[in-house]
């Protein structure tokens, strides 16, 4: 699992066997990782939108001792640690500093395993000069035109202003 991406827009990452729980790694004597490498055009950035998340842990309480999602938002940050479970009625979505994205999911044998994560991510400017681009009415960032009327909320949550006034076949 996992993947180096570049020259793409968009995309969507999920845990192993999402929307199915992902296995715990006991049958193993080792931890499992995924790893994510994502990069945009110079002088973009990147939107990453959870839809779902539920990782075994409480961030808060004691912690992600058994699976963690590990997100870097650029080339030299530290990474921030996600784990517990997302109000389905909450935001998280985060925002890289430069045009560089990294998340590491990594479960120990001690994991039992739970739904995971599904999260969008989109190539953004935060220039609102959208020449040749579509400008997300509620956020206020700029996206590529081919993401109106994919069916995907490009411009992050409580926006779909990229799914407005669509014709589909």
């Known amino acids: 699992c996992g993947s180096n991406i570049s020259s793409l827009?968009?995309?969507?990452?999920?845990?192993?066997?999402?929307?199915?729980?992902?296995?715990?790694?006991?049958?193993?004597?080792a931890s499992k990782s995924c790893n994510w490498f994502i990069k945009v055009r110079p002088n973009q950035?990147?939107?990453?939108?959870?839809?779902v998340f539920s990782v075994e842990g409480d961030q808060l309480v004691r912690g992600c001792p058994a699976a963690v999602l590990r997100m870097w938002y650029s080339l030299t940050s530290a990474p921030r640690e996600l784990c517990g479970v997302k109000d389905p009625?909450?935001?998280?979505?985060?925002?890289?500093?430069?045009?560089n994205m990294r998340l590491s999911f990594i479960s120990a044998d001690k994991a039992v395993g739970q739904q995971g994560f599904r999260a969008v991510w989109t190539e953004v400017s935060t220039n609102t000069d959208c020449e040749n681009q579509f400008l997300c009415s509620k956020s206020k960032y700029c996206i590529n035109e081919s993401l109106r009327c994919n069916?995907?909320?490009?411009?992050?949550p409580d926006d779909?202003?990229?799914?407005e006034n669509c014709k589909f076949r």
């Open 9 to 29: 827009n968009y995309g969507i990452i999920t845990s192993p066997n999402f929307p199915n729980k992902y296995d715990g790694s006991a049958r193993n004597l």
């Open 45 to 51: 950035r990147i939107l990453l939108n959870f839809e």
């Open 151 to 156: 069916n995907i909320d490009n411009c992050g």
């Open 160 to 163: 779909s202003s990229d799914e």
């Open 89 to 99: 009625t909450a935001k998280w979505d985060f925002l890289s500093e430069d045009n």
